[in-house]
């Protein structure tokens, strides 16, 4: 009994040893994991891989400069916790004292859409028509692609891109078409973003997003920092998650010599 247990043992630790052999050879030929010959089954899920790391670099840059990649009208600052300083964004501005800043995105949700999906939309296009179709004509198959553009989605938890494509694959005598090529990345940027868009509201009618405010909104951590021009930065995160959103805004600035800022 005791030799067949070692047996047993040797087996299973020899099948193991296999297993992660294969698995490393797999991922050093460039195969995605749980693809491979069932790809042709699993398109989605390929480029699910393939987009999420462009992805999640424009959450992050777009998230710490304010909502945009580029924008004119922003403030330099590097935090002293911090490495690099950052170009924030004014979602929120008034040059002139004593005024209320002006809110410079109302559209704020569909703005944001519009910065992710330029940002992506290079890399979404080469995953479909080239690295997708590669990785077809590889496995042997005879690849018709159709590609008409990305919609990209901000909702609740999620970021959802729905790609206009068409895939015909023919293979032995044997036709696969697929068409709609829908993914959906977990993400909390939309749920920042309608904080951010609450805040805006409030500073461009009130003046001031203060601490009478916070809470009402027990679900984030919000923070405020003033800077020497009277600007306030806003650093939004959520108790439960790593996203993070960062913007700028000046408005009711009242100047030195005529008591303390609002």
């Known amino acids: 009994m005791t030799k067949r ?6 087996m299973i630790i020899a099948v193991i040893i296999i297993s992660v052999v294969a698995l490393f050879f797999i991922l050093r030929g460039g195969i995605i994991p749980g693809i491979g010959e069932g790809l042709e089954k699993n398109p989605n899920v390929f480029l699910q891989v ?12 777009i998230s710490l400069q304010g909502g945009y990649v580029e924008n004119p009208l922003h403030i330099n600052f590097k935090f002293e916790d911090e490495k690099d300083s950052q170009k924030i964004s004014y979602l929120c501005y008034n040059r002139n004292d004593f005024e209320l800043c002006i809110n410079q995105k109302p559209m704020l ?22 690295k997708l179709t590669s990785s077809l004509e590889k ?13 990209l989605n901000l909702n609740e938890g999620e970021i959802a891109i729905n790609i206009d494509a068409e895939l015909i694959l023919t293979k032995g005598g044997e036709t696969i078409k697929q068409e709609n090529f829908n993914l959906v990345f977990p993400s909390k940027f939309y ?3 309608l904080m951010v868009q609450e805040i805006i509201n409030i500073e461009a009618t009130t003046g001031e997003f203060n601490h009478f405010y916070f809470k009402d ?6 923070s405020k920092y003033r800077t020497r021009d009277s600007s306030v930065i806003y650093t939004i995160r959520l108790l439960e998650g790593k996203e993070k959103f960062r913007f700028a805004v000046r408005g009711a600035v009242v100047p030195s010599g005529f008591g303390i800022n609002l």
């Open 5 to 10: 247990g070692q047996i047993t043992i040797f």
């Open 50 to 61: 393939c987009i999420e790391d462009k992805l999640r670099e424009g959450i992050e840059l």
């Open 109 to 130: 949700m569909i703005h944001l859409e519009r910065e992710l999906s330029n940002y992506v939309s290079e890399e979404v296009n080469n995953c479909f028509r080239n």
């Open 139 to 151: 496995s042997r198959y005879d690849v018709n692609a159709r590609y008409e553009g990305f919609e």
């Open 191 to 193: 749920d920042l973003a």
């Open 217 to 222: 909104y027990p679900n984030f951590d919000i």
